[in-house]
C-alpha cells in the first residue's frame, strides 16, 4: 500500500521502534507508568533480531518453511473438501445434506471466529508456541475427521479444525513481518502468496486423487489423513526453526480483553451465518442477524475505545486510520468475494453438469495454480517497485481471465470443456498471483512488529467474511438460474461467475482509488 513520503531514518534506526513510538505517539491518553518504565529500560516486546538492527535470524528462509507447510495445509483444507462431498454423502452414515452443508461453512465459521484473537494470543505469548499449538490441534482434528464414523462427528471435527486453522494462520503472516524486512519481505509474502493460490486451486485436485485411489467409498477419509504426515512433520520443525519468544516478553504481563474478544467473536459469527447457511436457511429472517453483527460491531468499537485508555486491546484501532492498512482490508475482502466461488461453482458444474470425476474437476484448476505460483513468486520481489500498482494490473488480469472462463462456459459447456478452460484460469491464476501477495504486503507495510499477528488476523477474517458473503451471493445466483432453466448449466454458471466478476471490479476500484489518492498527495509505496 501506498506509504506516505517521510524524513528518512538514521541507518541505524530500528523501523519497528519507529512504528511503535509512532502508534504511541498518536494517542491521546498518556500512557500508564508501567509502560512509561518499560519504554525507558528499552524493553520493547517481541523484536526479532532483524527489527532490532541486529542481523538478520539466520534461520529466517527455513522458517518461512515451516510456515508455509503450516498454512498451505489450512488453506488445502478450505477446498480439498469439496470434491469429496459427494463421496462423504454416499459412503457416510447420517450425513444429510444439512450435515454436508456444515462440513463446510461450520469449518468457515469457526475459522473465522479465532483469526483476530489467534493473533493477539501470538502476540502476547508467543507465535511459535501459537503456531505449535494450532498444527497440532489441526493434526489432532483431522484424525478425528477421517476416523468419524458419522456425519456429527465428522460436523464437530471440522469445527476443530476451522478453530486450530484460525490460531496458527495468523501466526505465519505474523512470523513473516517478524523475520522478514524490505525486499526480503516482500519475497517471503510472495511465497506465502504462491501457497495461498496454490493451495486454493490444487485443493479439489488433491481431494480427486486421493479418491480416485482409495475408492468412493472410503476415499474421502484420505482427504483429512493427508494432513498427519504433513502436520507431525510441520510441529518437528517448528520447535527447530521457528524463533521462541523473547525473554522480556515471556515476562510480560498482558491483558486479553475478553470482553474485546466476545463481542469480536459474536459480530464475526453473526455477520457471516446467514451468508454460510443461505441455501439452508429459507426465508429472509436470517438477514437479521447482520444487523446484530453490526450492534456487536458498534459495542465492540466503543469497548475498544474505553479499553485501551489504560490496557492493550485485542485490536488497535488506530490501525484504520493508515490508508495502507484500512484499504488493504477491504481490498482483501472484495477480492476474496470473488475469486473463491470460482472453484466451488466450477467444480459443482463439471461434476453434476459433465459427470467429471473428482480427478478430472480437480485437474481443471491446475492452469489456475501454475500461473499463480509463478505471479506470487514475480510479485512478492517487485511489490516494493511498483506498490499498488501492481495489484491494479493484478486485478485486471484476473477480470480478463473470468471474462474469458465465461465465454468459454457459455459457448463450448461440453465433454471437453476443461481443455477450453485452460487459457483463461492460466491467465486468472498470473493475476491472482500479482493481487493476493503484493496486498498481503503492502497492508502490513506500515504495522508495528508487535501487532503484526492481530493485523494479519483481521486481513484473514476480511478474506473468510468476504469468500462466506461471495459464495453466498454466486450460489444464490447459479442456483436460481439453474432452477430457472431446469438445469442447464452453460445458464447458470455465466450469470453466477457474473456475480464473482463484479467483486474482482470493486476491488479493482479500491486498488484505482488508492493509486490516484497516492499520487495526488504525493505519497509512494514503500514496505
Known amino acids: 500500500m501506498a506509504a506516505e513520503h517521510r524524513k528518512p531514518a538514521e541507518p541505524d534506526a530500528d523501523p519497528a521502534v519507529e512504528h511503535h513510538s509512532a502508534h504511541h505517539a498518536a494517542r491521546t491518553d498518556a500512557p500508564s507508568e508501567p509502560d512509561r518504565q518499560a519504554e525507558d529500560a528499552g524493553n520493547q516486546p517481541d523484536r526479532s533480531p532483524v527489527d532490532a538492527g541486529d542481523q538478520p535470524d539466520p534461520n529466517r528462509w527455513k522458517a518461512l518453511v515451516v510456515c508455509l507447510l503450516g498454512g498451505g495445509i489450512v ?115 510472495g511465497l506465502f502468496g504462491a501457497t495461498v493460490g496454490i493451495a486454493t486451486a490444487i485443493g479439489p485436485l488433491v481431494g480427486g486423487l486421493l479418491i480416485t485411489a482409495f475408492g468412493t467409498e472410503n476415499g474421502w477419509r484420505f482427504v483429512f489423513f493427508v494432513n498427519l504426515p504433513v502436520g507431525l512433520v510441520t510441529i518437528l520443525l ?106 466451488f461453482v466450477l467444480t459443482l458444474a463439471l461434476q453434476s453438469g459433465l459427470h467429471y470425476s473428482a480427478l478430472l474437476a480437480g485437474l481443471a484448476s491446475v492452469p489456475f495454480a501454475i500461473g499463480s505460483g509463478i505471479a506470487s513468486t514475480v510479485g512478492g520481489r517487485v511489490v516494493h517497485r511498483f506498490g499498488r500498482q501492481l495489484i491494479v494490473v493484478g486485478t485486471v488480469l484476473v477480470l480478463i481471465g473470468l471474462g474469458g472462463v465465461i465465454w468459454v462456459v457459455a459457448n463450448h459447456f461440453r465433454s471437453d470443456l476443461g481443455w477450453w478452460l485452460v487459457a483463461p484460469l492460466l491467465v486468472a491464476g498470473i493475476g491472482s498471483g500479482l493481487t493476493i501477495s503484493p496486498n498481503q504486503t503492502l497492508t502490513l507495510s506500515e504495522v508495528p512488529v508487535e501487532q503484526g499477528g492481530s493485523a494479519g488476523g483481521l486481513i484473514q477474517v476480511g478474506a473468510r467474511v468476504g469468500s462466506a458473503i461471495g459464495i453466498a451471493a454466486v450460489g444464490s445466483v447459479f442456483y436460481s438460474a439453474l432452477a430457472t432453466s ?19 471490479a470493486a476491488a479493482l476500484l479500491a486498488g484505482i482509488v488508492d493509486v490516484v489518492v497516492g499520487k495526488v498527495r504525493g505519497t509512494e509505496a514503500s514496505i
Open 75 to 189: 488453506l488445502l483444507d478450505v477446498s480439498i473438501v469439496n470434491v469429496a462431498l459427494q463421496s462423504i454423502s454416499s459412503g457416510l452414515p447420517g450425513a444429510s445434506p444439512e450435515a454436508v452443508q456444515w462440513i463446510l461453512s461450520g469449518y468457515a465459521l469457526s475459522f473465522g471466529l479465532l483469526l483476530v484473537p489467534g493473533g493477539r494470543l501470538g502476540d502476547a505469548s508467543g507465535r511459535r508456541r501459537m503456531f505449535v499449538i494450532g498444527v497440532g490441534l489441526f493434526t489432532l482434528a483431522s484424525a478425528l475427521c477421517g476416523f468419524a464414523p458419522n456425519g456429527l462427528v465428522l460436523v464437530i471435527a471440522r469445527l476443530v479444525q476451522g478453530l486450530a486453522g484460525g490460531l496458527l494462520t495468523p501466526q505465519v503472516t505474523a512470523l513473516i513481518q517478524q523475520l522478514f524486512r524490505g525486499k526480503e519481505r516482500g519475497t517471503a509474502f
Open 238 to 343: 517448528a520447535f527447530r526453526f521457528l524463533p521462541a519468544a523473547a525473554r522480556t516478553e515471556r515476562g510480560r504481563k498482558h491483558d486479553f480483553d475478553p470482553v474485546g474478544i466476545a463481542l469480536l467473536g459474536a459480530a464475526v459469527v453473526a455477520l457471516l451465518l446467514p451468508f454460510v447457511q443461505s441455501q439452508e436457511w429459507k426465508g429472509g429472517a436470517k438477514w437479521w442477524l447482520v444487523v446484530v453483527a453490526v450492534v456487536f460491531g458498534a459495542c465492540f468499537v466503543l469497548w475498544e475505545r474505553r479499553y485501551q485508555r489504560t490496557k492493550e486491546p485485542v485490536i488497535d484501532l488506530g490501525l484504520f486510520r493508515r490508508r495502507s492498512f484500512s484499504l488493504g482490508v477491504g481490498l482483501a475482502t472484495l477480492y476474496f468475494a470473488g475469486f473463491t466461488p470460482l472453484f
Open 486 to 504: 431446469r438445469g442447464d448449466y452453460s445458464d447458470g454458471l455465466p450469470l453466477g461467475l457474473g456475480v464473482s466478476l463484479g467483486f474482482v
